[in-house]
């Protein structure tokens, strides 16, 4: 990555000034196993993915600057009504400007996997933890995330909270234990499902549900982009459908798609077993938030009035 010489300047002055200011601070573990020193009580953090963000908010932290979710030109959708006004945004997932995220003058910056000549210009800038890596489960991430934000309590309270419920939509979906659901993000180039290591997956499998066995894959997030004549991979008891962006070729690719006899033949299809979602919530790297929302949106959808019976 190149350096312009007034950035290399920045992230000198940076690197003397930002840090020093802090009066008190203490040793945390980050996802790499490496320790960092951070304030005790971070007044200015910047977060550079969904999930950090997610989290900052749900812990009652409002960051001074992000990054736009992915594949959108905005913060993920389902968190717009829970971020502040005035947070700015610092560019796309794996490419901050740096310039703008100096000049928020950050005292801690939280991001996930990412490249290491990228992670050692944003440790010059702030002390920069890597708060998880990719297929850790989001819990996981949550309470690194909070430790380091010194929130433990505050996260202690909502997982028992998490817990509750999910015991709850568990009650509520007796009689749906161990029914299948496929998950889909539609690109503009084909659908593809998500495999189960994926972040909704992993909710959906928490209440007591399945996913296709032949949709767990491995450890990449999701499939290739189906053709239309591999439709019938998308196939489960239920499907829910999701594109990252609200508008755009994806969502026009799959109005297209829905017209096909192949689509209508889906089982789920035929029994409006189906329900569409927000893909920038299902179909990425969600948090606490977004892990409430699939719980609701999986009652909502299972609780369909004209959704056939399931037989096999």
């Known amino acids: 990555m190149k350096i312009s010489s007034p950035l290399a300047a920045a992230l000198m002055l940076a690197s003397l000034v930002g840090f020093q200011a802090q009066a008190g601070t203490r040793q945390v573990i980050d996802a790499n196993g490496q320790s960092q020193t951070v304030p005790d009580a971070p007044k200015r953090v910047v977060v550079l993915g969904e999930l950090d963000l997610d989290t900052a908010l749900t812990l009652g932290v409002q960051p001074v600057g992000t990054v736009n979710g992915r594949g959108q030109a905005t913060l993920p959708r389902y968190l717009l009504d829970k971020a502040d006004k005035e947070i700015t945004i610092v560019g796309d997932l794996d490419n901050p400007n740096l310039e703008k995220l100096i000049d928020l003058e950050p005292d801690l910056i939280l991001t996930g996997q990412t490249k290491p000549e990228l992670l050692t210009l944003l440790n010059e800038i702030a002390p920069t933890v890597v708060t998880g890596n990719w297929g850790e489960p989001w819990k996981v991430i949550f309470q690194r995330s909070a430790l380091v934000m010194n929130k433990e309590a505050e996260a202690k309270a909502f997982l028992a909270q998490y ?94 798609a829905e017209q096909t006899p192949a689509f209508q033949q889906l089982s789920a299809i035929k029994g409006k077993r189906f329900g569409a979602v927000d893909g920038s919530l299902w179909t990425s790297t969600g948090g606490p938030q977004a892990a409430l929302r699939v719980i609701s949106d999986v009652e909502q959808l299972m609780s369909k009035p004209d959704a056939a019976p399931i037989t096999h």
Do not use: C
């Open 163 to 256: 817990d509750a419920r999910l015991q709850e939509a568990r009650t509520k979906l007796a009689k749906h234990q161990g029914e299948q659901v496929s998950i889909v993000r539609w690109n503009p180039k084909g659908p593809s499902y998500m495999h189960g290591s994926t972040f909704a997956s992993s909710v959906v499998q928490e209440m007591g549900l399945a996913r296709p066995p032949h949709q767990i894959g491995d450890k990449s997030p999701h499939s290739p982009a189906l053709s239309l004549e591999s439709l019938n991979l998308l196939d489960g008891d239920w499907l829910v459908i999701g594109t990252l962006s609200a508008s755009g070729d994806a969502v026009d690719a799959m109005k297209q």
